[in-house]
């Protein structure tokens, strides 16, 4: 199988194991650390597949434009309070998460 063949079963597969889910379904995620936040102008499924991938060039880059970053108190405080519903994809050991809709906070760090 080609590479181009691999990224794009892989995108397919990650596209097919997005959901949206409440926060409070998710706040076990976020008091281990694993909960990653994605900017809304990244598309989710591009990040989890570069993570899934172990792209460290683009993930590190989004690190340290502050694109992809750990979820903060403040954001979560936020989230629980508004009873926010987030965009998630899990790619082990992290769960990705977007806003997309949820309330907004003002940096991903």
Avoid at 54 to 79: L, P
Avoid at 81 to 89: G, I, K, S
């Amino acid at each position: 199988m080609e590479k181009n063949d691999e990224r794009a079963m892989l995108r397919a597969k990650i596209n097919g194991e997005t959901a949206r889910m409440p926060f409070a379904e998710l706040v076990r995620f976020f008091a281990s650390g694993a909960m990653i936040l994605v900017s809304d102008d990244l598309d989710l499924v591009e990040v989890a597949a570069a993570v899934a991938e172990d792209d460290a060039a683009a993930v590190s880059q989004w690190m340290q434009a502050a694109r992809v970053a750990r979820v903060t108190d403040a954001q979560a405080e936020a989230w629980a309070a508004a009873n926010a519903t987030l965009w998630t994809v899990v790619v082990k050991p992290w769960i990705l998460v977007q806003r997309r809709g949820a309330p907004p906070v003002t940096s991903v760090h």
